[in-house]
């Protein structure tokens, strides 16, 4: 055993010093890296040490505002730095605001963000509590921002796309004679009625655009001719294979009536 001993000691005698030396300095290196590449991480992602200190928005923005986009990123860069910031997250948060649509979020070096935005384009209220967009897609956002007049639509909110699709259909046909579509209600059994613009009450019932658009083309027709009657009109059922009903406002005394076309 005291053999095996003294060999032990001997050879630790006649190691290379130098080598092991190396070794040991080597290890204090890569401590040395390790401990400082720690200290340059916290230093990263320090929000007070890389703040993002910049900001450009850019899109089409004219109804979202810096000032939405400011709230939600202020919250964030309090206690994110340029670097630990997930543009990722402030996507889906800028996307929260009500009026905006889609964001892309891209870092700027070296302190910065830059941040494209999308607002809605509204087509029309819904149910007057919403916003449709232009993807048939209900919103609900500050209506006081609108800037420009919109036709109301109502029905279930699962047919909010159909609603769109028929409109778009029927708008060329009314406007070609210089009428304007103010109102659509869609009832639960998918019958259409259709207010106009005058006041002008149609009567469209079931079926699809195909139908539709011809019911409105049978009574534009005729239309120019009853014109000056317009305001004395309740509403103009267009449901019948050939003609429509119209249903006159009651006068003083006497009853409603109906005049076939």
Same mark, same amino acid.
């Given at each position: 055993?005291?053999?095996?001993?003294? /060999?032990?000691?001997?050879?630790?005698?006649?190691?290379?010093?130098?080598?092991?030396?190396?070794?040991?300095?080597?290890?204090?290196?890569?401590?040395?890296?390790?401990?400082?590449?720690?200290?340059?991480?916290?230093?990263?992602?320090?929000?007070?040490?890389?703040?993002?200190?910049?900001?450009?928005? /850019?899109?089409?923005?004219?109804?979202?505002?810096?000032?939405?986009?400011?709230?939600?990123?202020?919250?964030?860069?309090?206690?994110?730095?340029?670097?630990?910031?997930?543009?990722?997250?402030?996507?889906?948060?800028?996307?929260?605001?009500?009026?905006?649509?889609?964001?892309?979020?891209?870092?700027?070096?070296?302190?910065?963000?830059?941040?494209?935005?999308?607002?809605?384009?509204? #087509?029309?209220?819904?149910?007057?509590?919403?916003?449709?967009?232009?993807?048939?897609?209900?919103?609900?956002?500050?209506?006081?921002?609108?800037?420009?007049?919109?036709?109301?639509?109502?029905?279930?909110?699962?047919?909010?796309?159909?609603?769109?699709?028929?409109?778009?259909?029927?708008?060329?046909?009314?406007?070609?004679?210089?009428? /304007?579509?103010?109102?659509?209600?869609?009832?639960?059994?998918?019958?259409?009625?259709?207010?106009?613009?005058?006041?002008?009450?149609?009567?469209?019932?079931?079926?699809?655009?195909?139908?539709?658009?011809?019911?409105?083309?049978?009574?534009?027709?005729?239309?120019?001719? /009853?014109?000056?009657?317009?305001?004395? #009109?309740?509403?103009?059922?267009?449901?019948?294979?050939?003609?429509?009903?119209?249903?006159?406002?009651?006068?003083?005394?006497?009853?409603?009536?109906?005049?076939?076309?």
């Amino acid at each position: 055993m005291s053999n095996k001993k003294e /060999i032990f000691i001997s050879k630790i005698k006649n190691a290379d010093h130098g080598y092991w030396a190396g070794i040991v300095f080597f290890i204090l290196i890569l401590l040395f890296i390790g401990y400082l590449g720690h200290k340059m991480t916290l230093k990263l992602m320090n929000a007070q040490d890389m703040p993002v200190s910049t900001l450009q928005i /850019i899109g089409s923005r004219p109804y979202s505002n810096d000032l939405d986009i400011h709230n939600v990123l202020q919250e964030l860069s309090k206690s994110e730095s340029f670097f630990s910031l997930d543009v990722n997250e402030v996507q889906k948060r800028l996307e929260g605001i009500a009026w905006i649509k889609r964001v892309a979020v891209r870092r700027q070096w070296p302190n910065g963000l830059i941040i494209h935005v999308t607002d809605q384009v509204p #087509i029309a209220y819904w149910n007057d509590e919403y916003l449709l967009n232009d993807n048939g897609e209900i919103f609900k956002a500050q209506q006081e921002r609108l800037t420009r007049w919109l036709p109301h639509f109502f029905g279930p909110d699962d047919v909010s796309k159909i609603v769109l699709t028929g409109y778009q259909a029927l708008w060329p046909l009314l406007d070609s004679e210089g009428l /304007i579509l103010s109102e659509i209600m869609l009832t639960q059994r998918q019958s259409w009625n259709v207010t106009l613009g005058n006041g002008s009450k149609l009567v469209l019932g079931r079926g699809n655009d195909v139908i539709r658009n011809m019911r409105i083309e049978r009574f534009l027709k005729v239309y120019k001719h /009853i014109m000056p009657q317009v305001s004395d #009109i309740n509403y103009v059922d267009l449901r019948y294979d050939a003609g429509f009903a119209v249903n006159w406002k009651k006068q003083s005394g006497v009853k409603a009536q109906n005049e076939q076309g």
